[in-house]
């Protein structure tokens, strides 16, 4: 025996709340359940532990739309937005729809019944059970949750002290008072490094190259005095639009004038460590702004603790581990007591989910992404995925809201099946991001593509979106409505391998 919902919601973490808010909201008549392989709520906030977890977008834009922040810090520590996290699912009653310990493994089409039928693992025990849906929403990330990626390191097996990578973070990792490398140069690096120093005698960042890191108050001026003044919601809505529109304004100056924008980037970490700090060697990128993400350390942390002396920057590539430390290809070693492996995610698709259509294996790395959400060739299916140079929220607030509308629109005039196809060979296909970031390049091959021209096309743009998904029309020529329960003769391309134009 199976239970059927209208849709099936995958991961209980940020976007998985906000698209049961979304659901039940704008589509009251539609019956849903959220699976979420973990026994919580809470999806990264609650899987990440390591010391100083913390958002690196404002809440304010991170927040939901629907939910203002109202906490003092516009960047928050992860406890806080964790706590934010689970605080709407019960606000709103989506708790109550979420079924725990229930790993989603593998969905199969069928276009006879306009139905997916979605098998778990449930339990420590990994009992099969199957639940059937007309819809499956994706909100399960975009990384390996068992693990995040560490390089094979020589001699690492020979180092006496601990190595821990910060996905894998327990209380009973002891720093205090000891010599810490954190190896990495990304956000995760670069929140460790200043909190770990309270206590440790002493905490190096190893990195191979360096990362453009900006300085900012963790405290919005701004939202703290329309706070005082307005309502909490109108309030939480202008500030979330000025925050939208000086992040767009940003990227598209470090697109437009890249040179202008390192030299400000270049000049605050200057201030920041003062004349005789070589900056040139650990806080200048080979890249341009925005061609990997910023990393942002909240006022200025990092900087301080590195002036303090509590901590170090070296820029030099790893010869091998040693059992007391790390010596470097420059001839350098490292003491270490405990080495932390800031070094990245793995990346996988949808969660890993194996995913069939009418009896054919999906290569979603053969589809194309379809406005953001859906992929060419498979049907009644979408995923929450957030932007890569704004907060993650607010595209995944516009993904929900499309979905709600796509569903209604299909109740309204009699389809029961959703598919995007490739009609048009002239669209050339493009990577899924256009990042040069190691995380990103080395799972580009396993990921969908995008188009060269709208609907294939991934602006990364919240205004394009906003009039796309929002407002744009829910028909076009790359999208195919269809009735429930058509013959296979009458199917006719609806039963070719995903992936394949149609």
């Not at 405990?338 to 194996?354: F, K, W």
């Not at 899924?432 to 743009?461: M, T």
């Amino acid at each position: 025996m199976s239970a059927h919902f209208d849709v099936l919601i995958v991961g209980a973490g940020l976007s998985g709340i906000g698209a049961g808010y979304h659901l039940q909201t704008n589509c009251p008549d539609r019956s849903y359940a959220i699976l979420e392989g973990r026994d919580c709520i809470g999806g990264t906030w609650d899987l990440f532990r390591y010391p100083g977890i913390r958002s690196d977008s404002d809440m304010y834009t991170l927040g939901y739309s629907f939910r203002p922040w109202t906490e003092p810090k516009a960047i928050a520590d992860g406890a806080s937005i964790l706590n934010y996290v689970r605080e709407t699912a019960r606000a709103y009653g989506i708790d109550r729809k979420i079924r725990f310990n229930h790993r989603v493994i593998s969905a199969d089409w069928s276009s006879a019944d306009s139905q997916w039928t979605v098998e778990v693992e449930r339990g420590p025990e990994k009992t099969i059970e199957r639940f059937t849906c007309n819809f499956l929403f994706m909100c399960s990330g975009y990384y390996k949750y068992e693990h995040g990626y560490t390089p094979d390191f020589p001699g690492i097996a020979d180092f006496a002290g601990r190595v821990v990578h910060p996905q894998k973070w327990t209380d009973d990792i002891d720093y205090a008072g000891k010599k810490v490398v954190v190896i990495g140069s990304g956000a995760t690096a670069v929140t460790l490094v200043p909190e770990m120093a309270k206590t440790a005698s002493h905490v190096t960042m190893l990195q191979r190259s360096p990362t453009y890191v900006v300085a900012r108050p963790d405290k919005d001026k701004v939202a703290d005095w329309l706070r005082a003044w307005l309502p909490a919601k109108l309030a939480y809505g202008i500030i979330r639009w000025k925050n939208v529109l000086l992040g767009m304004y940003f990227y598209r100056l470090c697109k437009r004038d890249p040179d202008r924008v390192k030299k400000l980037i270049l000049g605050g970490v200057r201030h920041a460590l003062g004349p005789d700090y070589d900056v040139a060697t650990h806080f200048t990128p080979r890249y341009n702004p925005w061609d990997q993400r910023l990393c942002l350390v909240p006022n200025g942390d990092l900087f301080q603790s590195i002036r303090s002396g509590a901590s170090s920057v070296v820029t030099d590539q790893i010869e091998t581990f040693t059992p007391k430390g790390i010596k470097l290809k420059s001839g350098n070693v490292l003491d270490a007591d405990v080495v932390v492996t800031a070094t990245g995610l793995d990346l996988q698709v949808l969660g890993g989910l194996q995913i069939n259509v009418d009896g054919n294996s999906v290569d979603l790395s053969k589809t194309m992404n379809y406005k953001g959400l859906m992929y060419s060739g498979v049907p009644n299916l979408a995923a929450a995925f957030g932007y890569t140079n704004a907060s993650w929220t607010l595209k995944c607030d516009l993904t929900c809201e499309y979905v709600c509308r796509m569903l209604n629109y299909m109740k309204a005039n009699g389809y029961a099946q959703v598919t995007p196809r490739r009609n048009d060979p002239t669209v050339a296909e493009l990577p899924w991001v256009d990042f040069s970031s190691g995380y990103i390049q080395r799972a580009a091959a396993r990921f969908p593509k995008q188009g060269s021209r709208k609907p294939w096309r991934l602006y990364q743009n919240y205004a394009l979106d906003i009039v796309s998904l929002r407002f744009g029309s829910i028909r076009d020529e790359a999208i195919e409505y269809l009735p429930a329960r058509r013959t296979a003769t009458a199917a006719g391309s609806s039963s070719k391998p995903a992936g394949q134009a149609a």
